[in-house]
């Protein structure tokens, strides 16, 4: 909703378009004010015959002085004179009362008119002229959307919008670091929904929970619930507000694996099978050889995540409260077994199928490569496939395919470190004998603001991220490859016009949106970690310790022991049994 400023900050607001002046409103001074306490006239009648008698009741036990223009709306909507008795005959600042559930009450009220009335809505000129908010952010997507709406914001708002892009690698610890210091020049951020833990655990991040509850325009009830209830959420405070919708997913070249009779991979196997068969083959047309499997795995970037979508598969079989990174009964973690020495097997057998450079490739490079047509598989999350629909960049429009994570028909024993064979009683929830368990990886780029910063900028914030939410906005940054934004409400989930403008075929979006959904409402879905210094357990000792092997630089045990003693050094550091404490809540487990 547009807002309005006031003296104790910003409120949410309404005003009507092109309002026709009637009786005693002609000619009134701007500066007059109706309907709060400090206008002459008494408590607007209860018994008003237009049908606006209720917000007028809010108004004034809101403590809210209008100026004359929203007068004017509400005599026209009426189509009738409000009595000269009901303005001040002289300059009246504008004051909420300091309550912000009086705020609230005031917002119900004025909305459930402006329904009524049917009276279309626009923002008060420039209530955030001369504020700068400064919003940092990894470089390229992600940056993109809020860098290119920052000028549009500006035009409604009057706020302007610094967007400050780093490195993904240094974004968790910019921010900490200007936070923590007290340096404060970071108003916002829009960062990975895990890290939020450890911002609050400072008292860095500002609870939205109030705003959130009070912005209707945000439309939260369409936000998919695993976003809105867990992404955005921490010890039942809302703190972020989500702009993407992150799992992780498997994409395919339909026409190639036809033309060589294969099947789409169900399993890691079947999906190494699949590589090496298509390895080598001219995939593009363009007379030179490609690749059978692109999977981005540069060091400090965003590869980490992929190990622990296989690892996953087998570890975690009975449902999200199992868990796969710790054993939920001493905070083990779960990396000296079976499962997780195949995962490195799949890394580096699948690297035999890639790009001659793929321990040098982020996902901004794996993706173009698949669009190229030059890759038969790859694992990303959602934006391979809105860039394979865009015309300018994709040569495989029509000819892809995406599906749920592969899975594994084999499942750790946690007491034994060894893999068994998938039954009913181990996985519970395997289709068809594959125990698939899809990674909401990252958990979708979402919002958070200084606690620290100045109250006008946290209330311009707060409202450009409303506005970068909003379906306006959020639909069609879902729908474009380059933003770096994936599909979050549910109705951006099915097959609609939203996504037949932007070019994706009905069959397209069956087997893209249905990968989304048959992810999210699995009850065998991975969760990311969570814990106090989950950034140094994922980012600095698995990325390390995985990218070294990967590398040569050390063998398969080095790593398994890199990883184990690197997270059990962490547990001991922060504290084993509170970590223990916040892992299980974190999954539910009991």
């Known amino acids: ?32 004010a109706c309907f709060g306490r400090h206008a002459l006239a008494g408590k607007p009648a209860g018994h008003l015959t237009f049908p606006c008698g209720k917000a007028l009741d809010s108004l004034w036990d809101a403590d809210i002085v209008l100026e004359e223009r929203w007068c004017r709306a509400l005599a026209t909507a009426a189509d009738g004179e409000i009595p000269a008795a009901w303005f001040s005959q002289e300059q009246v600042p504008v004051n909420t009362g300091g309550s912000l559930m009086r705020i609230g009450v005031f917002l119900a009220g004025f909305s459930a008119f402006a329904a009524l009335v049917g009276a279309p809505a626009f923002a008060q000129d420039k209530p955030f002229a001369g504020v700068t908010v400064n919003v940092i952010t990894q470089t390229g997507a992600i940056q993109e959307p809020l860098q290119r709406r920052a000028p549009e914001f500006e035009a409604l708002t009057g706020a302007k919008i610094n967007v400050i892009a780093v490195p993904f690698s240094d974004l968790y610890q910019k921010i900490l670091t200007d936070w923590a210091s007290g340096t404060n020049s970071v108003d916002a951020g829009v960062f990975a929904p895990q890290w939020m833990v450890d911002y609050i655990a400072g008292g860095y991040l500002e609870d939205l929970t109030p705003r959130v509850e009070a912005d209707k325009d945000i439309q939260q009830d369409d936000v998919g619930a695993f976003f809105r209830d867990f992404s955005e959420k921490y010890s039942g405070k809302t703190y972020m507000i989500t702009l993407d919708g992150d799992f992780h997913m498997m994409y395919y070249r339909k026409d190639v694996l036809e033309a060589a009779g294969l099947a789409v991979p169900k399993t890691w196997d079947e999906y190494l099978e699949v590589a090496k068969a298509t390895h080598g083959k001219d995939l593009s047309g363009d007379g030179t050889p490609d690749f059978g499997s692109c999977i981005a795995k540069k060091r400090n970037a965003q590869s980490y995540w992929f190990v622990t979508d296989v690892v996953g598969s087998m570890t975690q079989s009975k449902g999200t409260s199992q868990g796969t990174f710790f054993n939920t009964k001493d905070m083990t973690p779960l990396v000296n077994n079976d499962a997780f020495r195949k995962a490195l097997d799949f890394l580096a057998e699948s690297t035999k199928y890639g790009p001659p450079d793929e321990l040098n490739l982020d996902v901004s490079d794996t993706r173009p490569l698949f669009a190229s047509g030059r890759c038969a598989l790859n694992l990303d999350w959602g934006d391979v496939g809105t860039i394979s629909i865009d015309p300018k960049q994709s040569k495989v429009m029509g000819k892809w395919g ?62 450009y991220f409303s506005f970068m939410t909003q379906p306006a906005q959020s639909n069609a940054d879902v729908t474009v490859g380059g933003t770096g934004f994936n599909p979050y409400r549910t109705s951006q989930l099915s097959y609609s016009d939203l996504w037949k403008k932007a070019g994706m075929s009905e069959e397209e979006a069956k087997v893209y949106l249905g990968a989304i959904n048959d ?65 299980k809540a974190t999954i539910g487990a009991k």
């Not at 028909?409 to 009683?425: F, P, S």
């Not at 210094?533 to 070294?548: H, P």
Request: charge should be negative.
């Open 402 to 463: 995406a599906a749920i994570m592969p899975g594994s028909k084999e499942v750790l024993n946690w007491d034994t470190g060894k893999l068994e064979a998938c039954t009913a009683e181990n996985c519970p929830h395997a289709i068809d004998g594959v125990n698939h368990a899809p990674f909401a990886a990252f958990g979708g780029w979402g919002g958070g603001i200084n606690a620290a910063a100045d109250p006008k900028v946290k209330d311009a914030a707060y409202a």
């Open 1 to 32: 909703m547009p807002v309005v400023s006031t003296g104790d900050g910003i409120v949410d607001a309404v005003e009507f378009s092109q309002p026709r002046s009637r009786g005693v409103l002609a000619g009134r001074a701007k500066t007059a």
């Open 519 to 583: 992810s999210m409402s699995s009850p065998n879905m991975i969760l990311d970690l969570r814990i106090p210094q989950n950034q140094k357990y994922q980012q600095v000792v698995l990325d390390e310790a995985v990218s070294r092997f990967l590398a040569g630089e050390i063998d398969k045990e080095a790593t398994v022991a890199a990883v184990e003693e690197g997270w059990n050094e962490l547990n001991e550091e922060t504290g084993k049994d509170e970590q223990l404490k916040l892992y």
